[in-house]
């Protein structure tokens, strides 16, 4: 059974800097797109930035490009989004999610969802 666990969120001011984590087990990490989504109240989980299994095919959310930047350490089984210069429109809920197959900027056909880790921009 794959299991995905997001941590790093909090709260933070504008302008500020967070680094998720998302770990992932049960399964072969190496073979999987990664994925960041994020998600608030009363709207749909969209996507904010995923990446190759080999690293070689990394894609952003436009509002995104420039501050965030995802990474993965096959070695330790984990995929990161470094957030920088973060907006109040930033704040949400951010989920991981694990699929295998091409590299795209949606969320449908993505398998696995970690359990989400709340992100709060204060201005």
């Known amino acids: 059974q794959v299991q995905l666990v997001e941590s790093g969120g909090g709260l933070v001011q504008v302008g500020g800097s967070l680094r998720l984590s998302c770990a992932v087990s049960?399964?072969?990490?190496?073979?999987?797109?990664m994925g960041w989504f994020r998600q608030t109240p009363g709207k749909e989980r969209a996507f904010v930035s995923s990446i190759s299994w080999t690293g070689g095919s990394i894609l952003y959310l436009d509002s995104v490009k420039g501050r965030f930047t995802i990474s993965r350490d096959n070695a330790k089984n984990t995929v990161y989004l470094r957030m920088n210069s973060l907006k109040p429109e930033d704040t949400a809920v951010y989920y991981c999610?694990?699929?295998?197959?091409?590299?795209?900027?949606?969320?449908?056909?993505?398998?696995?969802w970690g359990q989400g880790t709340q992100v709060t921009v204060s201005s």
């Open positions: 999610a694990a699929h295998v197959g091409d590299n795209y900027p949606f969320t449908s056909g993505y398998d696995y």
């Open positions: 049960g399964g072969t990490f190496s073979n999987y797109v």
